[in-house]
């Protein structure tokens, strides 16, 4: 499963999805994302020529408002509309975390009502830790319209508060985890210095550039 983020070069965006397609073979799965950024127009011309390409599905090629946007968006075109964890209501696929949502207990009942009206779901990713991910795997495994290709990014994750690194950051697939509970292990002594830090620096915010260590 390969994830593209499009909307700012259609031209270099198209060059690159093609020599993604050559590079990968006709089997594997591309999923762009626009976040928003296409007129409705532009969204049916472009998804025209994205499909070439053989894409699964399209992640919010319009602005979510007005709401009609993705209404006529997915009567004109036959690609595979996803909605982005906004959930605007009116897709094919809906991508949404419990981080978006509020818990992880709404994140299965929202999936379960999508269920219902014939919408599948792909689990989105907020960056979160390990113990996070491996119970966001346990309740993936459990939601009736769950799709491959859930993102995560464990593979990038330094540091984290769990002792086994997750099976997903050396393997395309996760599985059914084996153990007792979240089946990790919590390193207490890690928990323990990180706490130290929080006393002394406060909460970590990512996205601000004084938080970053120097280089």
């Excluded at 007005?66 to 897709?91: D, F």
């Excluded at 919590?186 to 260590?213: C, I, K, M, N, S």
């Amino acid at each position: 499963m390969f994830y593209v983020k499009v909307g700012i070069d259609i031209r270099s965006e198209l060059a690159m999805m093609g020599a993604l397609r050559d590079a990968i073979g006709p089997e594997k799965k591309i999923r762009i994302d626009a976040n928003g950024s296409w007129t409705l127009n532009e969204a049916v011309r472009y998804l025209a020529l994205f499909d070439e390409h053989h894409i699964d599905f399209a992640e919010q090629p319009v602005w979510p408002d007005p709401i009609r946007n993705m209404v006529e968006l997915k009567q004109r075109t036959p690609v595979a509309l996803s909605a982005n964890e906004g959930l605007w209501r009116v897709a094919d696929v809906l991508c949404l975390s419990s981080n978006w949502v509020g818990t992880l207990g709404q994140f299965y009942r929202l999936s379960c009502q999508a269920h219902l009206e014939g919408i599948t779901v792909c689990k989105h990713t907020h960056g979160e830790l390990g113990l996070m991910a491996a119970a966001s795997q346990h309740v993936c495994l459990t939601i009736p319209n769950g799709i491959d290709g859930n993102q995560q990014t464990a593979q990038m994750m330094d540091g984290d508060v769990i002792k086994e690194a997750l099976p997903i950051a050396g393997s395309p697939t996760w599985g059914v985890p084996e153990g007792t509970g979240l089946c990790v292990t919590v390193d207490e002594d890690l928990v323990a210095q990180y706490h130290a830090v929080y006393r002394e620096r406060g909460q970590f915010l990512p996205y601000q550039v004084e938080t970053f260590p120097s280089l």
